[in-house]
């Protein structure tokens, strides 16, 4: 979504091809109209455009970015093999006929309540599951189905395919439902929902992205992989804010996530912290922090720890001596990262995949 931003590849892929908990705390709008969609986005328009250079070069190139390109699209049914049972199973669900397995933690929506409708464990058709669908807004809006389309990936690239579908409901969230056929039966490995200001997009290589926006200033995400199996696993999820103002005589003011205290720092005007989950919970002990620092024309400040003038040593007496928070270095985030990868199964070359 940008060139000197942190949100990652598949997310950057989502833009191109046009299609939890930071990101959800940013409520759609109840008039999803067209008209006003339009207008919030021009409204933003150029404020974003500076937020969107506000990250250092440094950011982009990171671990949590991976390096799959197009390739990583899902697939049209014409561009994969199937084998005969699982074809005949997605069809017969795509058809109403068949059933898929609802598992409570693979659902990852925000607005959309599966998990009010629909039963752990329990079997359930496409429009079994949207029958009874509400939403967080509105408890008492009305989902229909209308329609359904499907895309299909490999997740873990083994060669067994899975199927993304595509419920068209009249809401203004859309979920994403990846179905994978196990043993003859079909299972639910992962839902979650799309809205104006959230884009969710599942690789074909299994991994899954769900970026959005809380403003001009402040963006992040949450990424996962299916594995082979069909399981999901959490990656990790990141937020960024944007602190200061361009033309500020090379002073940082801000007020720290509205905490009420304003701190002004000499040597910059802009700086962006990045937050990092690696625990699904969000628990602290597994919470860290990123920081970079900017001129008024975004050009990136090297942070030298041993000039008594570092806006950085500043930064950190705030964030580390007086909030307590974890900060980190880039190369250290990036090896937390790794190894966290690693861990839940994600290979290199499946990660790599599309490079």
């Known amino acids: 979504m940008k060139t000197k931003y942190l949100l990652t590849i598949p997310a950057l892929m989502l833009v191109l091809s046009g299609c939890k908990q930071e990101v959800s705390s940013v409520a759609p709008s109840q008039d999803s109209s067209i008209a006003s969609v339009a207008s919030a986005a021009e409204s933003e328009n150029t404020a974003a455009d500076a937020s969107t250079e506000a990250v250092s070069d440094s950011a982009s190139v990171s671990e949590a970015s991976s ?46 309540e599966f998990s009010t409708a629909l039963e752990d464990g329990k079997s359930y058709t496409l429009e079994e ?34 199927m993304i579908v595509h419920p068209d409901i009249e809401s203004e969230f859309h979920p994403s439902i990846v179905i994978k056929n196990v043993g003859g039966s079909l299972k639910v490995c992962y839902i979650a929902d799309s809205w104006d200001r959230n884009s969710v997009f599942v690789g074909f290589n299994g991994m899954t992205s769900s970026t959005g926006s809380g403003g001009a200033s402040s963006h992040g995400g949450e990424e996962g992989y299916i594995d082979a199996s069909g399981e999901y696993h959490f990656w990790h999820a990141y937020w960024e804010e944007l602190y200061g103002e361009r033309d500020n005589n090379n002073k940082l003011s801000f007020e720290f996530n509205g905490d009420g205290n304003e701190y002004t720092i000499d040597g910059a005007d802009l700086m962006t912290v990045v937050r990092y989950d690696l625990d699904e919970n969000r628990k602290e002990e597994n919470t860290y922090y990123q920081i970079y620092m900017m001129d008024s024309d ?11 003038s570092n806006p950085f040593n500043a930064a950190r007496d705030i964030l580390v001596k007086e909030k ?32």
């Open 129 to 162: 599951m949207v029958s009874d669908l509400t939403t967080g807004v509105s408890s008492d809006s009305e989902v229909t189905l209308k329609g359904v389309s499907a895309d299909y990936i490999d997740c873990g690239l083994d060669g067994k395919i899975e």
């Open 324 to 355: 307590g928070l974890n900060v980190v270095s880039g190369k250290e985030i990036d090896d937390m990262l790794a190894a966290k990868r690693k861990e839940i199964g994600l290979s290199d070359e499946v990660y790599k995949f599309g490079e």
């Open 67 to 112: 390096g799959s390109g197009y390739q990583n699209n899902p697939k049209e049914r014409n561009e994969v093999k199937i084998d005969d049972d699982s074809a005949a199973l997605y069809d017969s669900f795509l058809e109403g006929t068949a059933k898929a397995t609802y598992i409570s933690k693979n659902d990852k929506c925000e607005y959309l």
């Open 298 to 308: 975004y050009n990136d400040i090297e942070d030298a720890p041993n000039n008594s």
